[in-house]
């Protein structure tokens, strides 16, 4: 099975604060990597798919980069909407795996 | 726009078989469409697949599951199904289906429905 490790747990910045997630695979997954924003109450919704590209409607501000084993998620100007739970998931010869998720707060 | 939803029991006695139903509707189905899945989130933690379908009946489950886990589809009714047998209180959770575009990531999800395995 591939593990799927974000770093850190939760994170607390301010509006405007250029913030960064990190997510690391047990074993490498290629690009096979998409970020996921979880709200309170409702289900995950998309913000990145095959590690770096920007899902459709999702503001700008959301960016991905790495490959292999190691992966980021960066929200470059953070805005009070942000406020919410972060999930990379791995998805790699039909087999799906998530990580324990980043709690984002805003200061 | 493709819609997802779930329906079920909202409570299953311990060592019984929790069943739930996907209904999805919408956008027209296109081979895009043709793979489906199962997620769970216990109450406050994380996000756990559980496993997906293909339209054929080609079936993926999670290793950790696998032993307990039959997902089934039926196109002609525009449903995919998920038993889930000898559940214990660690399978209360909202269960989400959802749907794997191409079999990659989750682009459409049901609204969850919560169930919980108590006596």
């Known amino acids: 099975d591939i593990q799927m490790t974000q770093s850190p747990s939760t994170l607390s910045a301010s509006v405007g604060d250029r913030v960064t997630i990190t997510c690391r695979a047990s074993?490498?997954?290629?690009?096979?990597l998409a970020w996921y924003q979880q709200k309170p109450g409702k289900a995950p919704k998309v913000l990145i798919y095959?590690?770096?590209s920007l899902e459709s409607g999702v503001p700008s501000r959301f960016s991905g980069s790495g490959s292999g084993t190691e992966f980021t998620l960066t929200i470059s100007s953070l805005q009070p909407d942000d406020s919410a739970t972060y999930y990379c998931q791995q998805y790699n010869s039909y087999s799906w795996t998530f990580g324990q998720g980043t709690k984002v707060e805003i200061k | 726009q493709l819609q997802l939803q779930e329906s079920g029991p909202g409570l299953v006695k311990p060592s019984e078989t929790l069943s739930l139903t996907c209904t999805f509707s919408g956008a027209s189905i296109s081979r895009t469409s043709f793979y489906w899945g199962w997620i769970r989130q216990p109450p406050g933690k994380g996000l756990e697949w559980i496993g997906s379908?293909?339209?054929?009946?080609?079936?993926y489950y999670n290793p950790s599951l696998k032993s307990r886990v039959t997902i089934s589809v039926d196109m002609s009714k525009n449903q995919f199904s998920l038993n889930l047998s000898s559940v214990t209180a660690a399978d209360t959770a909202v269960y989400y289906c959802a749907r794997p575009r191409g079999g990659s990531i989750f682009d459409y999800w049901g609204q969850g429905t919560l169930v919980t395995v108590s006596s």
């Open positions: 074993q490498s997954i290629s690009s096979w």
């Open positions: 379908i293909y339209y054929s009946g080609n079936t």
């Open positions: 095959k590690a770096s």
